[in-house]
């Protein structure tokens, strides 16, 4: 008998023997009148041992069996160490085949010394921001860090998750936080759901250039303004307001995904297996639907907030790396430390030298150029393509003859006059005399 039943009964005693009343006994023992007249009733008629509870020393029906206790000790303590109580709870039912309560687990674990995981922190008062009302209103995106994959090195996860409902839109793997990352989770969620009103985001370099907010006034007024980054230029063209938050509590909710996610993730890629990070890309499309199923809330305004893309559009030429060009010789250009060659269907393009050219590069269409909204594919050149030298024929000079009227063939050139040194003076003096007098 414990030391509370041996003082019940001390005071039922009292009240049998007409010591104290039976309400002064109910004040005394905390219990109702109608309680203690029934335990004066039960021990006058059986004695002492109705005050022992009846169950006591008896297995409780809905109890678990010690095998089944012993079962879900040792699956906790081998293969699902990492996971938390809640979550352990569920992969019993799913993978185990025992449906057992969050409390049985929760009793048979403590008692066993086994602690969560999950640790569960005091949680300060807090202003706490109200869902939006539409799904696709704002959607908030990040990447974490850690290590995902169990023995492996750390690498990160890059995310969305929708604000209004909490569903997770988008997942991806990459070595680490890139700009090929977001493009999938952007590419994800416009093939899937379309396109959001506006995205939530921190002031990485990828979204923001660390020259933002820098200009003077003077430079503002001279319409000068800060280039966009490369994720912030395909945002601007597919119309998505971008919102960059100033601290991590500004986007709490992805905040909160990835504490989640790095304890329900990291057990369900070891349980299937999953050890290199092209096998966890493939899994994570059924475990966002699996997680939605579980988490997601519905939203106040039940129409949705996307935008569906125009057909007419190549998503994959918007979230790409863009950078302008000049056409050199043989309709080339020279990107990276490579030269590349122009072809359009599969033949030399034809553009004239100094043309400007935008490049388009990312892991989804290699590398493409864009000319007057025409997209030309590119292949690689050993060497920069030469310039084709153009070959004059020479001119045969030709003889000049003179007319027949020219002043060289005239012949009337006037008198001539024949002079023989072998004559004498004084016949000479004659001559010369006689061509005067004539003259004259």
């Known amino acids: 008998m414990t030391q509370k039943e041996i003082t019940r009964l001390r005071v039922i005693n009292q009240t049998i023997d007409k010591i104290i009343t039976i309400k002064e006994a109910a004040e005394l023992l905390d219990l109702s009148e109608r309680q203690v007249i029934r335990l004066k009733k039960g021990v006058s008629k059986e004695g002492p041992s109705f005050i022992i509870h009846k169950n006591r020393g008896r297995k409780p029906k809905h109890a678990i069996c010690d095998k089944l206790k012993e079962q879900i000790i040792e699956l906790k303590k081998t293969k699902y160490q990492e996971a938390n109580f809640n979550h352990f709870k569920e992969l019993l039912e799913e993978h185990e ?124 007024l001279e319409g000068k303004t800060v280039k966009l980054t490369q994720f912030g230029r395909a945002i601007d063209e597919l119309g998505i307001t971008m919102i960059k938050a100033y601290s991590p509590q500004a986007k709490g909710r992805i905040e909160k995904l990835w504490g989640t996610l790095q304890s329900r993730l990291v057990v369900e890629l070891k349980i299937n297996g999953i050890d290199t990070i092209e096998a966890a890309n493939a899994f994570l499309p059924a475990f966002i639907e699996k997680y939605n199923a579980k988490f997601a ?47 359009d269907n599969g033949k030399k393009a034809s553009l004239h030298p100094s043309t400007k050219v935008t490049v388009l590069d990312s892991s989804k269409i290699g590398i493409k150029v864009v000319y007057q909204d025409k997209v030309y594919d590119t292949e690689p050149l050993k060497e920069r393509p030469k310039k084709k030298e153009i070959t004059k024929p020479k001119k045969r000079k030709e003889t000049y003859i003179p007319p027949k009227d020219h002043p060289w063939r005239q012949t009337d050139k006037g008198p001539t006059y024949t002079y023989l040194y072998e004559e004498s003076d004084r016949e000479l003096l004659e001559r010369l005399y006689n061509s005067t007098q004539a003259s004259i």
């Open 97 to 220: 085949d025992i449906d057992v309560s969050y409390s049985t687990v929760h009793r048979v674990l403590t008692q066993a010394g086994i602690k969560s995981p999950m640790k569960h922190r005091k949680r300060r008062a807090h202003h706490r921001r109200e869902r939006k009302p539409q799904e696709g209103m704002l959607v908030q995106i990040d990447a974490s860090p850690h290590e995902w994959i169990l023995g492996s090195d750390s690498f990160d996860l890059h995310g969305a998750i929708d604000d209004a409902t909490g569903k997770v839109l988008a997942l991806h793997f990459t070595p680490n936080e890139c700009m090929e990352g977001y493009f999938e989770i952007m590419r994800q969620i416009v093939n899937n759901y379309g396109i959001p009103t506006s995205i939530y985001c921190d002031r990485h370099s990828i979204f923001v250039s660390p020259n933002d907010g820098k200009l003077s006034i003077d430079e503002q």
């Open 297 to 343: 809330v519905e939203p106040e305004v039940p129409t949705t907030a996307y935008r569906e893309l125009d057909s007419s559009i190549d998503l994959n030429t918007i979230l790409c790396k863009k950078d302008e060009r000049s056409i050199i010789n043989g309709s080339a250009i020279s990107y990276g430390g490579t030269y590349y060659q122009l072809t």
